[in-house]
C-alpha cells in the first residue's frame, strides 16, 4: 500500500516526545483562515510512498530518534487510515513510538467500517496530537469551513478509551484570542481524562508565501502575529476553565 504524501521532515521537536521523522500526508476537508500548508488541501501533486520507505528512512538515523518516533502530520492524516494501520504496524515490530497529528474533522462514529478501520489503527498509535481550533460551534465554522461537533466528539472518544493525547490550540488575534472562549475551550478540556499536555500555538503569518505562490489571496492579511507572551497569557485562561471544569466534576 502506498500513501499520498506531502513532505518528510527528519528533524521534527514540536511534534511529539524527542526528535521525530515527521510524515506530512496530502488531503484535508479543513479550511483553517491560518492554515500555513495550503499546499497539503489537495491530493495533487502527492509523491506515492511505499510504509516500508518511511520506517527504512526511520531506521537510518534511528540513534538519532532515539528518544523519539514517527508522528503523521498533514492535511489530515486520518484521510489515509489503511496507510497508517500498515505503517504504524510496521513501526511497532521495530518498537518505535508512533503519533498523529488531527483535528479529528473526520470521525463518524455512526459508521462502523470506519469505526473498524480507526480502532485498529488506534491500537497501533501511542500518541494523539489533538487540535481543537474553535470552541464555539459557529465560530468554527467560521474559521474552518467545517463544524467542530465530529471534533470534540472525537476529543470524547479518545478520553472513554484512555488513548493520551496532546492538545493543541492556536492563539489568533480578533478570533481565538478571546477570554471567553480560551474559558470555554479550558472547561471542555477539563473534561477529559487523557490529557497528557497541552500548547497554545502563537498565531504566525509565515504561511503567506505559500498562498502568494499557490495564487492564492492570504485571509487573515491584516491580522497581525500574536506574540509568545500573549500566548502564555492565553494558556493561563485556558488552564482556569480546566481548573474550574476539575473543580465542578469534584462537586457532582
Not at 172 to 199: Q, S
Amino acid at each position: 500500500m502506498k500513501g499520498r504524501i506531502h513532505s518528510i521532515e527528519s528533524f521534527g521537536t514540536v511534534d511529539g516526545p524527542g526528535v521525530r521523522l515527521v510524515v506530512f500526508v496530502k488531503g484535508c476537508p479543513m479550511r483553517c483562515l491560518y492554515c500555513h500548508n495550503p499546499d497539503t488541501w489537495t491530493m495533487d501533486g502527492a509523491e506515492e510512498m511505499e510504509a516500508e520507505e518511511i520506517i527504512r528512512q526511520f531506521n537510518s538515523a534511528r540513534g538519532f530518534y532515539r528518544n523519539g518516533g514517527i508522528t503523521v502530520s498533514g492535511g489530515e492524516p486520518l484521510l489515509q487510515m489503511e496507510f497508517l494501520t500498515e505503517l504504524f504496524s510496521l513501526a511497532k515490530a521495530e518498537k518505535i513510538h508512533t503519533c498523529i497529528d488531527t483535528c479529528g474533522i473526520t470521525f463518524r462514529p455512526e459508521d462502523p467500517v470506519f469505526m473498524e478501520k480507526l480502532n485498529a489503527l488506534l491500537a497501533l498509535t501511542d500518541l494523539i496530537l489533538l487540535d481543537i481550533k474553535h470552541i464555539d460551534p459557529e465560530e468554527h465554522k467560521k474559521l474552518c469551513g467545517q463544524p467542530n461537533a465530529p471534533i470534540l466528539a472525537f476529543a470524547r472518544y479518545l478520553s472513554d478509551m484512555g488513548k493520551p493525547v496532546w492538545i493543541r490550540h492556536v492563539a489568533v488575534p480578533g478570533i481565538t484570542m478571546n477570554r471567553r472562549w480560551l474559558y470555554e475551550t479550558g472547561r471542555f478540556i477539563g473534561t477529559l481524562k487523557n490529557v497528557k499536555a497541552l500548547d497554545v500555538l502563537p498565531y504566525h503569518d509565515m504561511g503567506k508565501i505559500k498562498y502568494e505562490k499557490l495564487g492564492l489571496e492570504y485571509p487573515l492579511k491584516d491580522t497581525p502575529p500574536l506574540s509568545k507572551e500573549d500566548a502564555v497569557r492565553a494558556r493561563s485562561v485556558i488552564l482556569e476553565g480546566i481548573r474550574a471544569s476539575k473543580i465542578e466534576q469534584r462537586k457532582q
